[in-house]
């Protein structure tokens, strides 16, 4: 099961911190991503951190570079992804997401994420 928590609103250039946290399974083997979905658009990739397989890489959307920091705690079953210089285009419910088999090449895929927690709002405020 994964849950995630820390949205909410805050004022353009502003930062968030949103936490993942995952029981069950062995957390280190799994990729865990975030996602966001705004009202009528499809879910997008934000970040990932690979599992310990593929030595805990971590991706970002072109969109969120520089501007986003993911991160995990194998010890506390928690990924966090750090949230600065925000802008109103970050609004969107936002999922963390998790998979064991994950390859490279499809850590920006929703559809390849078995497991999702439930989202958490974020609002950016202009």
């Known amino acids: 099961q994964l849950q995630a928590c820390g949205g909410g609103l805050v004022q353009a250039g502003g930062s968030l911190r949103l936490s993942c946290s995952a029981s069950?399974?062995?957390?280190?083997?799994?990729?865990v991503g975030w996602f966001r979905q705004a009202p009528g658009e499809e879910r997008e990739f934000v970040a990932t951190?690979?599992?310990?397989?593929?030595?805990?890489?971590?991706y970002y959307a072109d969109s969120v570079k520089g501007r986003f920091t993911i991160s995990r705690d194998n010890a506390k079953n928690t990924v966090t992804l750090q949230m600065n210089s925000l802008k109103p285009e970050d609004t969107a419910t936002y999922y963390c997401a998790a998979d064991s088999r994950l390859i490279l090449s499809s850590v920006s895929t929703p559809k390849e994420y078995d497991y999702w927690g439930q989202g958490t709002q974020v609002t950016v405020s202009s």
């Open positions: 069950g399974g062995t957390f280190r083997s799994y990729t």
């Open positions: 951190v690979t599992g310990a397989r593929n030595g805990y890489r971590t």
